[in-house]
């Protein structure tokens, strides 16, 4: 983000500059800046320095907060918008006149001012070839969650196709439910490692001043050394970085999700180079487990658009159907996979290899259950394809949780800095202290 850009931003996320409110804000942060100097012993020019850096820092920080508030109210309203369309839609069967219901639950705002663009574009445009996929596109460009995507797509192709859609909305009514519960306990988790920072940055500013505190009580008075005063600065500037980065994860949307893509086809591209050559390299380990790993985080995302196909195609269909709004990752194997199916259709083989070369035992039983269907054996086709929906959902959740929990990894990362922080700081005020005591003796010494 760029200075210049700063108050564009600021805008966007409902805030009016007036600067009685800046100035009161000046004020609380000259009294913090002049409480932390005279609590460490920092000359003026010190705090000057300290002052400025957090100038610099404040409309980032007020950005943060600002942001972290407009992006819960979107996961609300998307939330919402995403449940009664579905229900909505279920009734109706006609995506007009569910976006029209669903537009008076929201009497103004974001959410309503989109809806009423898509009913806008269907109502008044006659040059599509697909009104209603552009229509909805609209509202996806604003909230571009994947879920929301599969929806809309799941919704057209039903109002274009007809059948039976109740299994359908019923499997996405069910991920939507998955989906919020899933970011409600991740905003959760993230506001209560944001406070563990700040008491994480609070513990390790209270050693540095209890150090300095012994030394005064041992007549040996650190701050007035330059080297003590420059540390506690940048001490202090890199802790307010550290609640900043806190802040700024906390912000991250909710409804923007990004799938792995093409940095993990240039890792598949190096492992098939490797082995082309004939030979491991050592980080060759490595590099399969980040693959696997983003594999289990798309495979579900396929699936699922694979499921809905399947209320009203055959399986080699949905599967050739499924390959356009694929996630990038999955193209290359699906791609190998419908050629397989084009050259001997009933080979189940085909199903067999897919992504096989990566040992994942979900996708391989999923697999072959698709062979199962297509062939039409093991039973009634309906019961397996809801046992792939049952599967998908687990999946699809542990692989989101699965993310969570590496974005959890990083906060946890930022509650440790400020202590290694306030320990290199106390490293050099304790070869001060001693120099300090060096330079006692040698004076009782004379």
Known sequence: M???????????YGYKFDLSKTMIWIVIGGTIVVAVGRTFGLPVIYMIALAAGLGFIAPFFITCVLKVQFEEKRFAEINIYMEQLLYSFQKSGKILSSLRDVQQLFESGNMHDAIGESISYMEHTYDSDDIAGDALGILEKKYPANLLYTIHKYCNQVEINGGESAMGINLLLEARRMWADRCMELMKMKRQKVLQIILSVGISIFMCWMLIT?????????????????TMVVTLWIDVLIIYQGCKTLSKSLCETRMPGEEVLDKIAKLQRHSGKGGMHPFD??????????????FPQWLLQVSLLLQGENVQVALAKSYEDAPVLMKPFL???????????????????FMQEYNLPQVQSTMKMLYSISEGNGGRASSQIEDIIRRNQIMYDQSEKMKNSDEMAGMYALFLAPQITAGMKMLVDMFVMFYGMISAGFVMGG
């Open 214 to 230: 012994v030394g005064k009580r041992m007549n040996i008075d650190i701050c007035q050394y330059a080297i003590t005063r420059v």
């Open 2 to 12: 760029r200075l210049k850009n700063i108050k564009e931003e600021l805008e966007t």
């Open 335 to 353: 791609r190998k996979l419908l050629q397989s199916l084009r050259d001997n259709p009933g080979d189940m083989m085909a199903y067999v290899n």
């Open 285 to 298: 380990g490595f590099i399969k487990r980040d693959i696997r790993k983003a594999l289990e985080q798309v």
